[in-house]
């Protein structure tokens, strides 16, 4: 690893040109002598006095940015006069990204390569190619919180609640590297190492193409309640879920459950929108960045006025806890278990080599103020999911808006 971080001399470079660019300044020469760059401040002056555009602050920067990859530099330049073996540039660098982000300790924020982009991307529609399961990464490893039916997973035998410990013999740090080795081309084999309570027992299964809604709904007590379950946020969530809530309200129910189990989120534009079709006017979450910068995201007063009853468990997160902490705070009921604490939004620099860096920008708070990162929401009534077939969890929520 210290000879791959050696390369970021490349990046330090490319920076620093960067920094000298935008501000417009001129540097003459310069000459390094041991650990120290004299640049000559004569040449500098004349040429901020010619162009007018520099300033100290810019040329202080500019020294301050070189003092701090200095080192890193010169250790790239011990490699390249003296390092013994052939080594793989392109590699090495790609390392080094890995390594600076992961250096800052948050999970969320992590450099993409190509197939862990496309990853990402899929992961955003309702049509791949792959096995058929869903599954999120906790501290306990990573579990899959569903299985699509009928899919290549489902008719193997797989389970919600199955941890997956292997993928073709490789353990993964990584839920998006995972997902880029699980999905394939339909047709090949894949062989997963799952543990079940105690167990551990491997999988062969051959991949297929799985075409999945994010947006599933039904009318439950002789179509007096609605029903709509978000599994994702993806592209066409907000749709579906506006053309299932019209369905609804069109056959006259009386009441709606909005069942978020098991959603670990999405996109947060798409909750954004849904909580715009079901609350008023109002705010209904914001966010807040390094500099404490506010970000408002509101409804308008066109809204249903069904009474609304939520389920949540500890595999709802994300967006999903953005529209379930909205609801709550504009009085919907929320019933099941407190949601996972993933109150952080991330933004997907895009670079011209296929690649990407997932950095964490905001915190988002709920209308109120709560605070959802590493607490999660908790339900109005909690509502463990008893053993066995019954949904105590969807009973309850029916119960609720029976008026039991």
């Not at 955003?124 to 490893?141: E, I, L, P, R, Y």
């Not at 410990?165 to 080795?181: I, P, Q, R, T």
């Not at 069942?259 to 008023?280: K, Q």
């Not at 404490?292 to 409804?299: D, E, L, Q």
Request: glycine share 10%; hydrophobic share 40%; net charge negative.
């Amino acid at each position: 690893m210290e000879r791959r971080t050696s390369t970021i001399v490349s990046l330090i470079l490319v920076v620093i040109l960067l920094t000298l660019a935008i501000a417009g300044i001129a540097v003459g020469a310069y000459f390094k002598l041991a650990n120290k760059v004299i640049v000559d401040r004569g040449e500098y002056e004349m040429m901020n006095a010619i162009a007018g555009q520099a300033s100290q602050d810019d040329y202080d920067a500019v020294k301050d940015k070189y003092k701090k990859y200095e080192k890193f530099i010169d250790i790239q330049g011990l490699i390249d006069d003296s390092f013994l073996w052939d080594y793989d540039a392109a590699e090495e660098m790609e390392a080094v990204y890995r390594a600076m982000l992961g250096s800052l300790g948050d999970q969320y924020t992590r450099y993409l390569d190509e197939e862990e982009l496309e990853a990402l991307i899929l992961s955003m529609n309702s049509s791949f190619t792959g096995v058929g399961v869903v599954f999120m990464q906790t501290d306990d490893g990573f579990i899959i919180t569903e299985v699509i039916k009928d899919g290549p997973a489902d008719a193997a035998g797989l389970k919600a609640g199955d941890y997956i410990l292997k993928v073709d013999g490789k353990e993964f740090e990584y839920s998006d590297d995972m997902a880029v080795c699980i999905r394939g081309e339909a047709g090949t084999q894949v062989k997963l190492l799952i543990k079940r309570d105690d167990k551990e027992i491997e999988f062969d299964i051959v991949r297929g193409k799985i075409e999945t809604a994010t947006v599933e709904s039904a009318t439950l007590e002789d179509g007096k309640i609605g029903y709509i379950r978000i599994k994702s946020f993806g592209d066409d969530t907000a749709k579906m879920f506006d053309s299932a809530l019209s369905s609804l309200e069109g056959q006259n129910v009386e009441g709606l459950i909005i069942d978020l189990r098991n959603n670990g989120g999405g996109l947060f534009d798409a909750g954004v929108s849904i909580a715009d079709t079901l609350l008023p006017d109002g705010v209904v979450s914001y966010a807040e960045d390094k500099n404490g910068k506010r970000t408002n995201y509101n409804s308008d007063s066109r809204h249903t006025d069904l009474p609304i009853v939520v389920i949540t468990n500890e595999a709802t997160a994300s967006t999903s806890e953005m529209l379930a902490a909205a609801l709550k705070d504009y009085d919907a009921i929320l019933v099941g278990t407190t949601t996972y604490g993933k109150g952080v939004m991330q933004e997907t620099h895009f670079y011209n080599d296929g690649t990407a860096v997932n950095v964490t920008v905001r915190q988002f708070f709920s209308p109120k103020g709560n605070v959802i990162h590493g607490v999660g929401v908790e339900p109005t009534e909690v509502v463990p999911l008893a053993e066995g077939l019954e949904d105590t969890q969807l009973a309850r929520a029916i119960e609720i808006l029976q008026g039991k």
